[in-house]
């Protein structure tokens, strides 16, 4: 299985074009990716601009397939574009 969390600093001012951005990545990846197994996006409560996206794919393959799919080429760069300063990418085991 790869799982990863990523937390992302939005520009102030781009939170609902991020959040529309997310969601719509959310939605066709889950209709889309029968190896998809979670990909979630959530804000902090407390620092609104401050989002998490953790995903968790079947294996190396569906995530390789996540990452070439047609809609992840076209949505990661505007969702990028919405980010302040790096993203913070971590990859873990699963355990479950």
């Known amino acids: 299985m790869v799982t990863f969390i990523a937390t992302l600093q939005v520009a102030a001012?781009?939170?609902?074009?991020?959040?529309?951005?997310?969601?719509?990545?959310?939605e066709i990846a889950h209709r889309e990716e029968q190896d998809l197994l979670v990909y979630d996006v959530i804000r902090h409560k407390e620092k609104p601009r401050t989002y998490v996206v953790y995903a968790r794919f079947r294996?190396?393959?569906?995530?390789?397939?996540?990452?070439?799919?047609?809609?992840?080429?076209r949505l990661v760069p505007p969702i990028l574009a919405c980010v302040e300063g790096a993203m913070d990418l971590q990859f873990y085991d699963w355990k479950g």
């Open 13 to 26: 001012g781009r939170e609902k074009e991020f959040e529309k951005l997310q969601i719509e990545l959310s």
């Open 59 to 73: 294996d190396q393959a569906a995530f390789e397939f996540h990452q070439q799919a047609d809609f992840h080429q």
